[in-house]
């Protein structure tokens, strides 16, 4: 009697002890688990804080030293980076406190290993597209290859995707308005090329087909002398990247010439100059009797 006694009693100190020890492992864990966070919340707030790279010009060159994002489309992607860091830091952490503490209690976790190496196979043949939809979303979020309001192209081996504005960039799907008003859904992992328009700079391209009897250095003049007067006007200073514009006769056909007018703009707003371009040069060439073609 006294022997199943001291036998009951030795379980009980037993389980006790794997108790303990499965508590202090659970304690240590949270406390890692707190500390991962804690410094994952103070990078991101620092990155939040840091100033965005500027593009700067020089006398002979447009040097591109980065992107020069909205405050908010920058806080939105940093958010989504942390939240997805956070979450994958607490799946491994409660993984691996949840198997030591089997291995406290005495449970032979090497088969529970196996089997979970097995299911995760399994998970990873079902689920390939959407692991790599999520890989590229990282991806473009880490790289930092368009935000919320840029306008680009997205392309295919195939073709092109959509183009539009985004309207929202998410681990797996990025959102996209044309210029119809339909809202696109595009899976990160179907994209190969990224076309955008917003960051460093665009251009504004206009093309004029002009009779072929008319006087080509007036006309080359008068060009040049509408968009001098474009890039001059103080309204146009947050539209105009470089005031030098290129100009040349591009084509040429029994009944027309075509020149060609060229002029850098700000990012996304390669539309609004190349519209205001075009409603000058119309107006510019009534008032000199140019005839277009």
């Not at 503490?101 to 529970?112: K, Q, R, W």
């Not at 006087?215 to 200073?237: C, F, H, N, T």
């Amino acid at each position: 009697m006294s022997h199943v006694f001291a036998q009951g009693n030795g379980e009980a100190s037993s389980l006790a002890t794997d108790g303990l020890r499965a508590l202090v492992i659970v304690l240590i864990g949270a406390a890692v688990l707190a500390l991962l966070r804690f410094l994952l919340s103070r990078v991101m707030r620092g990155l939040r804080k840091a100033p965005s790279l500027v593009v700067e010009k020089t006398d002979t060159a447009l040097v591109t030293l980065g992107s020069v994002k909205p405050s908010e489309a920058k806080k939105k992607r940093l958010s989504t980076l942390e939240s997805v860091i956070r979450s994958t830091i607490t799946v491994l952490v409660v993984t691996v406190v949840f198997f030591m503490v089997l291995a406290a209690f005495g449970v032979d976790i090497t088969p529970l290993l196996a089997s979970a190496g097995i299911v995760g196979v399994a998970l990873a043949f079902g689920a390939q597209s959407l692991v790599k939809d999520i890989v590229s979303g990282l991806f473009m979020l880490f790289e930092n290859q368009y935000a919320v309001g840029d306008r680009i192209e997205l392309g295919t081996a195939g073709g092109t995707l959509a183009t539009g504005v985004v309207e929202a960039v998410e681990l797996r799907i990025t959102t996209i308005r044309d210029d119809d008003g339909r809202l696109w859904y595009v899976r990160n992992g179907e994209v190969l090329r990224v076309a955008n328009e917003s960051q460093g700079w665009a251009l504004a391209a206009v093309d004029v087909a002009v009779a072929v009897d008319q006087d080509l250095d007036k006309v080359r003049e008068e060009v040049a002398r509408i968009v001098q007067g474009v890039v001059a006007e103080s309204g146009m200073a947050d539209v105009v990247q470089d005031p030098t514009p290129t100009i040349r006769f591009s084509a040429l056909s029994a009944g027309a010439v075509t020149i060609e007018v060229r002029l850098r703009a700000k990012p996304g707003q390669k539309w609004r100059l190349a519209s205001e371009l075009r409603h000058r040069i119309s107006r510019g060439f009534t008032e000199a009797d140019i005839r277009l073609a």
